[in-house]
């Protein structure tokens, strides 16, 4: 027998309640317990599951209503008491923490500067006329809540398209802003991938691969299951990709979604081909791709983090490390005939590999990778990786000269090379540095070292000689020899004026209103991230005539 009581006037969220009614639902004496707030569709939830029951007939959004099942009509009574027990434990803990909670949008606007993100998680059917008021007001909209209907969902993400603005949702599961955790999401490294998803458990499943195979994450957008749906267009995807276009933290862009419709499918293609940077694209089941331009294509989630976390490493730019030397670039641009690299190796092959790397779309062709251990230059004398004489004397040459910007080196470390290679090396290296300085320029030394801790000479030790010496030390030598090719295409490149990316929530500091589920609120708050607390419930009680009555009135 189904037994029911409303309890008027007391709003409590959703999903506090299905965690209530779950756990009521096991209690000696009931087969179950249902217990919801009165709104149109959880009337017809207790329907279609035959919970329905009379007294809910007059219940309205703002009322509990307790559906128990059982043969013992007392039961309705203890189930009353635990949900009274259950709502002043939530009141108790509300009131325990830190956290700002208002009872009105205008309020929270008012309590926080510069909010830029609203998380929603409300019931579906009042979240298109919240989520208009929130991009009235310039936020960002990512939308926990589910059950809102495509046209709502049309019409807000067209509207905040206008407003230069993303609606992240609705049913949007997972997203990390800036190392933000925005409802689900896991504990990432921060790094150079960013991620758009229309899959929140496939975002968690690739940046948690990602960070476990020691990459990182700047940012993961998601989008909402039905975003790519033809009814919807790919409106946020298309944002989502624009924002992480002009993102300088993000190096390389990973998309992950269910098949898409086709004609949105070749939109969201054709954006990834105008990219400047490289994608690697999941539209999971869809079959095999072939990769197009710069776009790769994977099959699964597994492939997908370990393409993007090889091809982040292999193409990322070495902005990080540029900035290490971009003093030294700043003073060596002012004389426009210092461009060219030299290349002084004891190694065959990676003086191979660095050339293989400065070839591939550089136009000039005076650069000089110069392998001593060639025959040329072992004529009576010793390999190069035994005796350093030949590189000792070929780094002091540069004093002589006048167009070499970078000088890029290695050092082979392990049974049968130098003792201290770079401590041979080092002294010279300092004599450059000084001569160059003293004459008013500068010159840049990269190396990498090869080897490892147990060799003899002791690869962080080798590490440290150089770096003292006035040598950025790299992991590799392909690194070493794209950041050579990275640091000429400085010096060549023009002033060009930037394109102008205006504050958005990628580039500044998030400052979040939380809508609803209070839990979203205390995650945030726990990382540091400034939120208040907006403690929503249905205006005019639910009543939407009332509501439409309301809003004519505001109008006028």
């Known amino acids: 027998m189904i037994f029911g009581l409303v309890k008027r006037n007391t709003y409590q969220d959703s999903v506090n309640l299905m965690l209530l009614s779950s756990k009521l639902s096991s209690m000696d004496g009931v087969s179950k317990v249902s217990i919801m707030m009165g709104t149109p569709a959880n009337k017809d939830i207790f329907k279609n599951t035959n919970m329905y029951s009379v007294e809910f007939d007059t219940a309205n959004p703002n009322d509990i209503c307790i559906a128990v099942e059982s043969e013992d009509s007392s039961m309705v009574s203890v189930v009353e008491l635990e949900l009274d027990k259950f709502i002043s434990e939530l009141s108790l803990s509300s009131r325990g923490s830190n956290i700002i909670k208002v009872r009105s949008l205008d309020t929270a606007i008012k309590k926080m500067d510069n909010t830029n993100l609203a998380l929603v998680s409300i019931p579906g059917e009042y979240v298109f006329d919240e989520g208009n008021r929130l991009l009235d007001k310039g936020l960002n909209l990512f939308i926990f809540s589910d059950n809102v209907s495509m046209e709502e969902e049309r019409k807000l993400k067209d509207k905040a398209n206008e407003k230069g603005l993303i609606v992240m949702g609705p049913d949007c599961g997972t997203g ?19 991620v758009v998803g229309a899959s929140g458990t496939g975002i968690q499943e690739v940046t948690s691969l990602i960070t476990r195979l020691g990459g990182g994450i700047s940012h993961a957008i998601g989008i909402g299951g ?52 490289i994608v690697v694209a999941l539209f999971l089941g869809d079959g095999q791709m072939e990769r197009e331009d710069n776009v790769y294509f994977a099959n699964t989630l597994e492939e997908t983090a370990y393409l993007s976390l090889y091809l982040s490493k292999k193409f990322g730019s070495s902005k990080n490390k540029l900035e290490k030397i971009m003093g030294k670039l700043e003073i060596i641009k002012k004389n426009p005939n210092q461009r060219q690299i030299h290349g002084y190796y004891g190694g065959g092959t990676l003086a191979g590999e660095s050339k293989n790397i400065l070839k591939e779309g550089m136009l000039n062709s005076k650069h000089r990778i110069i392998d001593f251990g060639d025959d040329q230059y072992t004529k009576g004398r010793p390999h190069p990786m035994i005796d350093p004489t030949t590189r000792v004397e070929a780094v002091k040459n540069l004093k002589r000269l006048e167009d070499v910007a970078v000088v890029l080196l290695d050092n082979v470390i392990g049974y049968g090379s130098n003792t201290d290679m770079a401590g041979s090396l080092g002294p010279a290296i300092m004599e450059v540095n000084e001569y160059y300085k003293d004459s008013g320029r500068e010159i840049v030394f990269l190396a990498s070292v090869c080897g490892t801790e147990m060799d003899k000479q002791v690869y962080s030790q080798q590490v440290r000689i150089l770096e003292e010496s006035g040598v950025l030390v790299l992991d590799s030598n392909a690194s070493a020899a794209k950041l050579a090719k990275e640091a000429v295409e400085y010096l060549d490149k023009k002033n060009d004026i930037k394109k102008d990316v205006k504050p958005n929530i990628l580039n500044s500091e998030l400052r979040i209103i939380n809508v609803g589920l209070e839990s979203f609120s205390q995650t945030l708050f726990d990382q540091g991230v400034d939120v208040i607390q907006y403690n929503w419930s249905p205006v005019a009680g639910g009543d939407k005539e009332l509501q439409r009555l309301l809003r004519i009135l505001k109008d006028k």
């Open 176 to 194: 990390i802003i800036s190392n933000t955790p925005l409802a689900f999401a896991n504990v990432v490294n921060k790094g150079n991938i960013g």
């Open 226 to 277: 039905r975003d790519l749906a033809l009814e919807i267009g790919g409106i946020s995807a298309m944002k989502a990709l624009e924002l992480l276009e002009y993102d300088d933290s993000s190096e390389l862009i990973v998309f992950i979604s269910k098949p898409p419709a086709k004609e949105v499918k070749e939109k969201i293609v054709s954006k990834f081909k105008t990219m400047n940077k």
